[in-house]
């Protein structure tokens, strides 16, 4: 996609508002949640995640396997064997 030139003016408030075509080709409908990020090249806008940041340790061992243990050649099998199915080839 070819970067798009807009120019927008901030409000008294700090608003903005961003371009029409813009926000139809993103789908950022009123309540979108953007994350503002300041760059050595200006501010970026890209869509905030719908989770809260996790670390590892906070998730670790949450989906629990009962069954008997898997190598990790039957484990790399069966990551392959789930991302095939999802594969447009």
């Not at 075509?21 to 953007?34: F, Y």
């Amino acid at each position: 996609m070819a970067p798009s030139k807009f120019t927008t003016t901030i409000s008294g408030k700090g608003q903005i508002t961003l371009p029409a075509s813009i926000r139809v080709r993103r789908r950022w409908e009123a309540g979108t949640r953007l994350d503002v990020v300041e760059t050595k090249d200006g501010v970026l806008l890209r869509l905030a995640s719908p989770f809260p940041a996790t670390r590892p340790e906070d998730v670790f061992g949450s989906a629990r396997y009962d069954g008997p243990p898997m190598s990790l050649e039957a484990m790399d099998a069966a990551v392959a064997a789930e991302a095939s199915r999802w594969t447009d080839d």
